[in-house]
């Protein structure tokens, strides 16, 4: 058993700082673990000096008080009570001998660049290393482990719901933005694990990608990166972890404004942006440059099946949307249009409305605003049945005549008659816009077909799925 | 009065191809005219072969039975019908005279490529023009017009409310797609003017943006351009129309393939790109590359004050977004690093958290995740009010323990005593994410202040606001 695996599933956690006051961070870390808890938080137990009933549930005064095992402590008390807690963790330690991790998410460590922070976080990493207990942070958000049912943080509204996907960032609000914007979204977007490795006093995010390299439940990795001060080491990480998985990172600091606010962030050398990008490149590792196209090359990783080839086509019922995602794929590079067979151009013909523009340019179709939704699926199970085709983006701004709901529908009707004849190529549905979609999006999401809510995140998504996997191929 | 005036504010309205059948075009076109009304659609009249009632309103055979005045006809029955159109517009001429514009919703005429469709679009022009009748289209979607309450389109959704951008589309489905999007916005977004050109038979784009240059109640103008043959004229209208009001121009066919694609969509040329690039730069018109650039661009002129100079400020209380700011904002180009006075600085030390990042680097501060509401108020306020400061940009992922409707109200109160003493610089607050923070989003633009929804949409706007009213001190 790995030494990390006490922070994705312990036996029993503490968490110290588990206050009454909804407004402290320590409440609502505590409603998260018991929210996220399969068996109702039955061995998460809140700690506080006054010893005070919380949420309903039985509080200790200390670590040492608890009855039940205790692998993981959650420690949301301020950075000037380590001495005490770190005298509580020894005396449990010593007693009962079962702690294993502990996540600081308390700030006031050697982030501060005080010496009185620095002084404290090395008297923390002593003292747990002593003791055989992990450290994550401190100055982190901590982990969310959607299978294992654990949420270590004061994010709010999670939706833990299950994914491939996880994440490791060296910032816990970019991991927050991202984790509450897949569970705003409809229907909201599942992950698998999220790690905020904050300072990285001693459990680094190598360690951490290591650890992602091996779980199962990890199909795709996102990373927030801001800099690493063992560049090599980072890179033979990284290298190893994209010969097994899809990894995209969003680097942070690339100019030098933001290079230097990174230094004052997690004390991080931001490092070159270029140097930063042929590295990535090298070790095979995917590149952001964006928080949206990130978060949606890591869903489409996860979620459509890998492509052939490079040849993608794109069917639009609208003009204008068509053409700019036209303009978004050739203008990314990495694909190219495909060109499909005399034999499917006829079909196409046929199936479409008389004014149809078919083919032309190569790898385009548009439909036109007349065309039903039946001919909307029927146009693209013929595309996706041509073997010049490797994957297909689908735009259309349904209207009245053709409600997104019916669209979907036949949609999901053509890919279940695909997957029977052993076809899965990406599909990359992008149905425009807002809350007149709503519906056709759900049913899209929920029967197993990722929609994108932008040609920009469709084409960026397929531009990073197709060459990953060209690459693959040699 | 202007000869496009009735497009805008006609006295009647004919709709045609007005069906009790929910699954056409003409069905929903007549519910958004009614909608729109403020009086209820009185003068709105459907027109139908069968004369059947529609929507619980009288219906007539044909234009000329209509007892009202009808200045507008929105002609929404197939291409093939265009004579016995003609001859009943014609019929309805001959004895009343009041038909001024006509606005073909239509597709089938010269769009399609076809010998019949040019006949009948060169029939539709002449025939129109002998009756002193303007057109707009065909294989358009019309006109909105929030002011005057007119839709003539048969968009999903769209909330009629007052705004001061006017936006001018060669594809009825990107305006649909901005229509959609703003009014799915919470709270919604309005907008004043939004005007499909379609295939500019009579009345082209550029007779349009004059229109807007001259109407009072646009503001600001966004515009979705494929392209244009008489490209001088077009330069020269762009010329006029930014020197009077701020315009962001997105242009369709970039690369090769959108060419080509728009090429076949709108007859266009859309001709190389780099020649657009510097023409639209030479003529003052901001270039958006992505549709939610234009977006938060358009709306960011009509809504925050011109920022005096270049120098930005980038307040954070989340490290990672910070820092991801400052990369969107530094790579732009075109804004400066705000210095400000030691006594600001001195003042946000003693507002600030002990371990907040103040000025390192310049133009950045980073109050940390334990900054209060009112810290964050604060904070904003005290660099407001440096002279050294043109713009604010705040950027927050509120948390339990700091409620994003606490932040919207301590900087609601913070903006109001700016203004009261004078000080109305362009604030920009970003907060992240989703629906944790719909709450505060929702009062903030409600209370006047224009929030973003990512720090890429509110780097981009202030880049182009900041840059637009530079280069207008120059």
Redesign the interface.
């Known amino acids: 058993m790995s030494g990390l695996n006490a922070f994705f599933r312990p036996s029993g956690c503490a968490v110290l700082g588990a206050s009454r006051d909804?407004?402290?961070?320590g409440?609502?870390i505590l409603k998260n673990m018991i929210r996220a808890s399969r068996c109702g938080g039955d061995a998460v137990y809140p700690v506080n000096p006054a010893g005070d009933e919380v949420l309903g549930r039985k509080s200790y005064r200390t670590i040492s008080e608890i009855p039940g095992q205790v692998e993981l402590v959650i420690w949301a008390v301020p950075g000037n009570f380590t001495e005490s807690v770190l005298a509580d963790m020894r005396a449990r330690q010593e007693e009962r001998g079962d702690l294993r991790a502990v996540v600081v998410v308390a700030?006031?460590f050697s982030?501060?660049g005080?010496r009185e922070?620095v002084r404290r976080e090395e008297m923390l990493v002593s003292c747990c290393r002593e003791m055989g207990v992990r450290v994550l942070g401190p100055n982190c958000v901590g982990v969310i482990d959607t299978s294992s049912g654990l949420d270590t943080t004061?994010?709010?509204?999670t939706e833990l719901l299950d994914g491939g996907v996880s994440f490791v960032?060296?910032?816990?609000?970019?991991g927050?933005?991202?984790v509450?914007?897949w569970?705003?979204?409809i229907p909201p977007v599942g992950f698998n694990k999220f790690i905020s490795v904050g300072n990285m006093s001693d459990v680094s995010i190598i360690e951490m990608l290591d650890y992602l390299r091996d779980d199962p439940e990890t199909s795709t990795v996102g990373i927030?990166l801001?800099g690493y001060e063992q560049g090599r080491r980072l890179a033979e990480c990284l290298r190893s972890l994209s010969a097994e998985k899809p990894v995209v990172a969003?680097k942070?600091?690339?100019?030098?404004?933001?290079a230097?606010?990174?230094?004052?962030?997690?004390g991080s050398l931001a490092g070159r942006d270029r140097v930063y990008d042929g590295v990535l490149k090298q070790v095979g590792v995917c590149r952001a440059h964006?928080?949206?196209e990130l978060s949606a090359s890591v869903q489409a990783f996860d979620r459509l099946p890998a492509p052939a080839g490079r040849r993608v086509f794109?069917l639009t019922?609208?003009?204008?949307?068509?053409?700019?995602t036209?303009?978004l794929?050739?203008?990314g590079g990495g694909v190219e249009?495909a060109r499909i067979s005399d034999s499917t151009r006829r079909q196409l013909r046929d199936i479409l409305p008389?004014?149809a523009?078919i083919c032309?340019?190569e790898?385009?179709a548009?439909i036109?605003?007349?065309a039903t939704a039946r001919q909307h699926a029927e146009a693209a199970e013929a595309i996706l049945r041509d073997d010049g085709v490797d994957s297909l983006i689908l735009v259309t701004?349904?209207?009245?005549?053709v409600p997104a709901e019916d669209i979907a529908s036949e949609l999901l009707d053509v890919v279940h008659a695909l997957r029977k004849d052993g076809i899965d190529k990406p599909l990359l549905p992008v149905l425009?816009?807002?809350?007149?979609?709503a519906g056709g999006v759900r049913m899209l999401d929920e029967g197993g077909v990722m929609t994108f809510e932008?040609p920009?995140d469709a084409a960026g998504a397929l531009l990073k799925i197709t060459d990953y996997y060209a690459r693959g191929r040699g």
């Open positions: 909804e407004q402290k961070a409440h609502q700030a006031g982030e501060t005080s922070g004061f994010i709010l509204g960032s060296q910032s816990g609000a970019m927050a933005w991202l509450e914007s569970s705003s979204e927030y801001e969003l942070g600091g690339k100019t030098e404004q933001g230097r606010a990174a230094r004052s962030h997690t964006s928080v949206s794109i019922q609208a003009g204008g949307p068509g053409i700019y036209a303009d794929l050739m203008s249009r008389p004014f523009s032309e340019p790898g385009h548009d036109t605003a007349a701004v349904p209207v009245t005549f425009l816009a807002g809350r007149p979609v932008t920009d």
